[in-house]
T-cell receptor, first 114, second 115 residues
Framework: AQSVTQPDIHITVSEGASLELRCNYS??????LFWYVQSPGQGLQLLLK??????LVQGIKGFEAEFKRSQSSFNLRKPSVHWSDAAEYFC????????????FGTGTQLKVEL | GAVVSQHPSWVICKSGTSVKIECRSL??????MFWYRQFPKQSLMLMAT?????????EQGVEKDKFLINHASLTLSTLTVTSAHPEDSSFYIC???????????FGPGTRLTVL
């Protein structure tokens, strides 16, 4: 069965600093990969997704992620963090033939210091 | 576009009662809807997948007689927690997708507290 690991439970960055959130997956073939953000009182919002093609994916709110097959990773990056980016971030994976059932990582709580 | 709503946003009930949670896709037709459960400070765990007009498919370990799921139309799915107990207290989140294999769009969640 596929699994998703987000090694960092909490991350604190200063506003304006760069950000990288790590995500590793375990799956035999190339999965579909997603990053979602969850803010208090709001539903999960899709930041970006990777299905195939260019391994560097651009998303909303200035986020990007890079799929690295050799490392089984799909790390999320942002060059300059804004205070409004403080939230919980989830990496998720779906696999072909699975009917787009998502398996989520445990999440990374991002805190932004002003 | 692709807005999903849930109602209620929070509910408190007594132990032994049943609670129904609605999930609606507001601006698209959802062939498939998913129900998740999220414990505090934890990830989302898929409970079941429902396809319009057919029975839901439950994940291993989820009691289908306790968590009744109905997907009667392309815009509405309901989750009924029957004979709720304090251990059922959780955050329940639904998602909807236009078609099998399509992106899931998530609702804001429902906080259930069973006293």
């Amino acid at each position: 069965a596929q699994s998703v690991t987000q090694p960092d439970i909490h991350i604190t960055v200063s506003e304006g600093a760069s950000l990288e959130l790590r995500c590793n997956y375990s799956y035999g073939a190339t999965p579909y990969l997603f990053w979602y953000v969850q803010s208090p009182g709001q539903g999960l919002q899709l930041l970006l997704k990777y299905f195939s093609g260019d391994t560097l994916v651009q998303g909303i709110k200035g986020f990007e992620a890079e799929f690295k097959r050799s490392q089984s990773s799909f790390n999320l990056r942002k060059p300059s963090v804004h205070w409004s980016d403080a939230a919980e971030y989830f990496c998720a994976v779906a696999y072909t033939g699975g009917g787009n059932k998502l398996t989520f990582g445990t999440g990374t709580q991002l805190k932004v210091e002003l | 576009g692709a807005v999903v709503s849930q109602h209620p946003s929070w509910v408190i009930c007594k132990s032994g009662t049943s609670v129904k949670i609605e999930c609606r896709s507001l601006d698209f037709q959802a062939t498939t809807m998913f129900w998740y459960r999220q414990f505090p400070k934890q990830s989302l765990m898929l409970m079941a997948t429902s396809n319009e007009g057919s029975k839901a498919t439950y994940e291993q370990g989820v009691e289908k007689d306790k968590f009744l799921i109905n997907h009667a139309s392309l815009t509405l799915s309901t989750l009924t927690v029957t004979s709720a107990h304090p251990e059922d207290s959780s955050f329940y989140i639904c998602s909807a997708s236009r078609a099998r294999g399509d992106t899931q769009y998530f609702g804001p969640g429902t906080r259930l507290t069973v006293l």
